[in-house]
């Protein structure tokens, strides 16, 4: 298993793809950083809470899109290359392969949004000297985002064994994104305003919202309602739902997606 | 112990059966050749071998051990076709991978990577390989562990005729230490002079599994004999012998094995009209042709 994660690890160093994606999620980071600290002196809030809810709506898009582009190819395009008949040749299970590149992958994932808030509380501290602030909410964005991107590590990974070819994998991947990141906010959004305030509001919307990783990352990142300068939409929502059950959401959800694409990699037939 | 033994072996997807009850058995230390068009079953049944993909029905092992275990798939080494490795890769970090993934020092994976004659470009990008050096990346980690079964789908495709040859020395060593050799190709004639045994597979079934020479006295082609005629002698030699003239000077005639000797003895009688002879048994190539040919689907062939 580590074997595989090793491997992995030398051909994401090598993978230009990586790069640029790790480079852009730093660089929109900072620029996020940046802006967002203009305005925080006068109101009086922690310029972290700032830059950390700026940070959770760009991760909210970014992160599943890196993990699904990370491995969508994982399965799929060692069938095509024809280097899966040869690793299962090896004395090497189908799970101890699979969970070596999740691995491998995940900290790849985690070395992006790493370097990415390690920026953050860096710009943050040398741009606000002075100011009393509490980097919490960068270590709590650090592992929900790990959570979030494994979810969709494990989706990527399922669609790459469901499908043989690299190039529909890819194109499947984006759907899956499409769906869980923004369709489904906004198909919930239509129901809440047909709904108009109904049953549909008070009971099954927050359990809706707590289902898709995505929203339970949101909701989890946003400030508390005490401090909730920036409320959206979305602050309502979690006054119905405690947090914990976005938590669970959030950790049962890489465990689910990693089982459910073992469980396809189990029947495929390099 | 045979070291592979496959019995009523079936392969069926939906409707469509690929592999038709085939069994075969292989001693330690024995080169076969699997042939067969283009989708005769070949690479499913060695997939089957590796318990890659698994069976519809029938069973095979490996020296005692069922294939896809753990203990089975440290005795055998595989060459899938066409297969290419991550690009980004260096020949050498692929092959350390394999190693450590076979418990095997780093060192014998050098070894391996220098005999099959990659020393020069261990270091750089598998990318830049071409598709021969890919091909012996693809025969190096086959050898790793000293394995006891080796099976190689389409081996020498890509490969130049050197590098054939230096590849046929290298399963020449492994059969000499009784690593019992599979291969399937297309490459008829080199396999004629290297192979111990030939296994035919046509639309799913074993249409042939016997030594070249067996198959040749079972088949019972024609064998083929050219004479070059000295000068203008041609037509003379044609109109006796009732050949047929291919050239100027050359004479193509066909017998049976049995009436080889007589028709020598009638050629050494015009021997001051030759300058040549060259006679030539069905080919690999030919006896594949006949064994393959439909007409054996129907059982009119007993499968030897």
């Not at chain 1, 101890?96 to 491998?104: M, S, T």
């Not at chain 1, 990142?221 to 914990?244: E, F, Q, R, Y």
Request: with cysteine; aromatic share 6%; hydrophobic share 50%.
């Amino acid at each position: 298993m580590f074997e595989v994660a090793k491997l992995e690890l030398l051909i994401a160093k090598r993978n230009l793809w990586v790069a640029i994606s790790i480079t852009l999620m730093v660089l929109f980071t900072l620029v996020l950083t940046l802006a967002g600290s203009a305005p925080t002196g006068t109101l009086g809030v922690d310029p972290i809470i700032i830059a950390a809810t700026s940070i959770t709506t760009l991760s909210v898009y970014f992160v599943p899109l890196l993990a699904l582009l990370l491995s969508f190819d994982a399965i799929s395009g060692e069938i095509e290359r024809g280097t899966l008949a040869l690793s299962l040749t090896y004395p090497l299970s189908r799970a101890e392969i699979l969970f070596g590149k999740f691995l491998a992958q995940l900290a790849v994932l985690a070395v992006a949004i790493g370097l990415a808030l390690l920026l953050t509380a860096i710009i943050s501290l040398l741009l606000n000297k002075g100011v009393s602030m509490s980097f919490t909410p960068l270590i709590w964005l650090f592992f929900t985002s790990i959570l979030l991107g494994a979810s969709f590590l494990g989706l990527g990974y399922m669609v790459s064994a469901l499908v043989r070819q690299p190039s529909v994998a890819s194109g499947l991947a984006i759907v899956i994104w499409l769906v869980l990141v923004i369709l489904y906010d906004i198909g919930l959004l239509g129901a809440l305003v047909a709904d108009n305030g109904g049953f549909f509001t008070k009971s099954i919307f927050p359990w809706l919202l707590v289902f898709n990783p995505a929203d339970a990352f949101r909701l989890l990142n946003m400030p508390d309602i005490a401090n909730n300068v920036l409320s959206s939409g979305l602050g309502a929502a979690k006054s119905v739902t405690n947090n914990i059950y976005s938590f669970i959401s959030l950790l049962l959800w890489p465990a689910i997606s990693l089982l459910l694409a073992w469980l396809v990699f189990r029947k495929v037939e390099p | 112990m045979s070291a592979l033994i496959v019995e009523s072996v079936s392969k069926q997807y939906g409707s469509h059966r690929v592999v038709k009850n085939i069994s075969l058995k292989i001693e330690a230390g024995e080169r076969v050749a699997l042939l067969g068009h283009n989708g005769a079953g070949k690479t499913t049944l060695i997939k089957m071998m590796l318990g890659l993909v698994p069976m519809s029905s029938g069973t095979i092992s490996m020296l005692g051990e069922i294939v896809g275990s753990r203990k089975a798939r440290k005795l055998s080494g595989y060459l899938p076709e066409n297969v290419a490795f991550h690009g980004s890769l260096t020949g050498r970090e692929q092959m350390h991978h394999f190693a450590a993934l076979k418990s095997i020092a780093k060192k014998t994976a050098d070894e391996i990577l220098e005999r099959v004659g990659l020393s020069h470009a261990i270091d750089r990008r598998i990318g830049t390989y071409s598709k021969g050096m890919r091909q012996r990346v693809g025969l190096a980690q086959a050898l790793l562990g000293k394995p006891k079964l080796v099976l190689l789908d389409e081996p020498t495709s890509g490969l130049d005729p050197i590098s054939r040859h230096d590849f046929y020395d290298i399963i020449e060593e492994l059969s000499g230490g009784g690593t019992m050799v599979l291969i399937s190709s297309h490459a008829l004639t080199e396999l004629e002079t290297r192979m111990d045994r030939v296994a035919i597979m046509s639309n799913g079934q074993m249409v042939a599994n016997d030594r070249i020479e067996n198959l040749r006295q079972h088949a019972n082609l024609p064998i083929r004999i050219n004479i070059m005629a000295s000068d203008k002698s041609a037509e003379l030699i044609a109109k006796n012998l009732n050949g047929k003239r291919i050239n100027g000077h050359i004479v193509e005639l066909f017998c049976n094995g049995d009436e080889k000797i007589n028709l020598l003895k009638r050629i050494s009688n015009m021997k001051e009209k030759i300058s040549d002879i060259d006679i030539a048994p069905a080919s690999l190539e030919e006896l594949y042709r006949f064994y393959s040919a439909p007409k054996n689907e129907e059982g009119e062939q007993s499968n030897v």
